[in-house]
Nanobody, 112 residues
Framework: QVQFVESGGGVVQPGGSLRLSCVVN?????MGWYRQAPGNQREWIAS???????AYADALKARVTISRDSWKNTAYLQMNNLKPEDTATYYC?????????WGQGTQVTVSS
């Protein structure tokens, strides 16, 4: 069974940075990062293909960078200048053809 596992979340002060990781146990996927705050819809942040092509949500692209290490089957999301409104559960997913698999999420809390 394919699994995507996120890590790297935590509590950070406003203005701080975090790097989230998402590892997949098998296969080659286009990988994406999303977030969902309580009461809100899940929001797309960024995606990266197996070839390294990236795409970003306009509202966040100035503060986030997606990357991947194919040898480690891992995608990363670097987030800078974090704000309280970035508080959410962050999810990664993998897309391959018609198949989409989600991770379980990692919590990010931005608070002083």
């Amino acid at each position: 069974q394919v699994q995507f596992v996120e890590s790297g979340g935590g509590v950070v002060q406003p203005g701080g940075s975090l790097r989230l990781s998402c590892v997949v146990n098998r296969g080659t996927w286009t990988m994406g990062w999303y977030r969902q705050a309580p009461g809100n819809q899940r929001e797309w942040i960024a995606s990266i293909t197996s070839g390294g092509a990236t795409a970003y949500a306009d509202a966040l692209k100035a503060r986030v960078t997606i990357s991947r290490d194919s040898w480690k089957n891992t995608a990363y999301l670097q987030m800078n200048n974090l704000k309280p409104e970035d508080t959410a559960t962050y999810y990664c997913n993998g897309v391959r053809g018609s198949e989409t698999v989600w991770g379980q999420g990692t919590q990010v809390t931005v608070s002083s």
